[in-house]
C-alpha cells in the first residue's frame, strides 16, 4: 500500500471515528452530572437522617432520664415507708408495749401501703391489696399477734420493692374497655407496662389524672415494637436496647 493509500485511510478512519467518540464522550458527561446530582441527593439525605437521630437520641435519653427517676422515686418511697415501720416497731420494743400497743403503728402503715399500691402501676394490684388484708385481717381478729403481723409486713415491703426492679412477663387479669378478662402483661419496673390478649390483640397502660387505663394501640410499629418486648422477656432476654411505645411520651429504650 502506498504511502498516499495509507494517508487516505487514516484520515477517512479519523473522520469515522472522530464523531463517534465525541458522543460517547457527551454520554459520559451526562452520565457524570447524572451521578454527582444524585450523590449530592444522597448526601442532603443522609445529613437529614443524621439531624433525626440526633433528635431522637436526646429524645431518648430525656426519657430514659424521666423513667428513671420515676423509678428513683417509687424505690425511695418504699424504702421510707419500710424504715418509717420498722421505727415503729423499735420504738414500741425499746418501750416494752405490748400486742395491743403496737397494733395502731402496723395498721397505720397497712394504710400507708394501701394508698401507695392503688396510686401506682396497676400490675397484680388486686393480688398484692388481697395479701395486704389478709395480714390485717388476721392481725385484728387476733390470729396472728402484732409482732408477727410486722414481720409478714415486713417481708411485703421488701416484695414491693423487688417489684420495682424486675422485668417479666406475667398473667393478671385487666379491664379493657369495660371488659375483665385475663391477659398477658409485660412489666418493666413498676414504670411501665403492656398487655396481649387472648385473640393477640396489643395495648399499654397509661395515667389518666389519678387512675390507671388499659387502652389498645392501633399503630402497626407499636404493636410490633411490643410483640417483640414480650418475645424478648419470655425468652428470659432482660437486658438490650428495646424500642417500645412510652407512655410518658414518644418512644424510649429500655
Do not use: C
Amino acid at each position: 500500500m502506498s504511502i498516499f493509500r495509507i494517508g487516505v485511510f487514516l484520515l477517512l478512519a479519523a473522520t469515522v471515528i472522530g464523531p463517534a467518540l465525541a458522543d460517547e464522550v457527551d454520554e459520559l458527561a451526562r452520565q457524570l452530572i447524572a451521578l454527582r446530582s444524585e450523590v449530592e441527593e444522597l448526601n442532603q439525605e443522609l445529613d437529614l437522617i443524621k439531624d433525626e437521630h440526633r433528635a431522637d437520641m436526646g429524645s431518648l435519653a430525656a426519657q430514659k432520664t424521666e423513667l428513671s427517676a420515676n423509678r428513683n422515686r417509687l424505690d425511695t418511697q418504699l424504702q421510707q415507708l419500710q424504715q418509717k415501720l420498722a421505727e415503729n416497731v423499735a420504738i414500741a420494743s425499746q418501750a416494752g408495749v405490748d400486742n395491743e400497743a403496737l397494733f395502731p403503728a402496723i395498721i397505720g402503715a397497712m394504710d400507708e401501703m394501701r394508698s401507695h399500691i392503688e396510686s401506682t402501676l396497676p400490675f397484680k394490684r388486686e393480688e398484692r391489696l388481697s395479701e395486704l388484708d389478709e395480714i390485717r385481717v388476721q392481725l385484728e381478729t387476733n390470729v396472728i399477734p402484732a409482732n408477727r403481723a410486722a414481720n409478714r409486713l415486713w417481708g411485703f415491703y421488701e416484695d414491693e420493692i423487688r417489684l420495682t426492679r424486675e422485668n417479666g412477663v406475667y398473667s393478671q387479669t385487666i379491664e379493657l374497655n369495660g371488659e375483665r378478662l385475663l391477659a398477658e402483661v409485660a412489666k418493666l419496673g413498676t414504670v411501665l407496662l403492656y398487655f396481649r390478649t387472648s385473640d393477640e390483640r396489643y395495648g399499654q397502660v397509661r395515667k389518666s389524672g389519678e387512675d390507671w387505663r388499659f387502652e389498645l394501640v392501633d399503630d402497626p410499629d407499636s404493636i410490633a415494637s411490643i410483640e417483640v418486648l414480650f418475645d424478648s422477656l419470655q425468652k428470659q432476654i432482660r437486658q438490650g436496647y428495646f424500642e417500645i411505645p412510652n407512655t410518658l411520651a414518644g418512644r424510649v429504650s429500655s
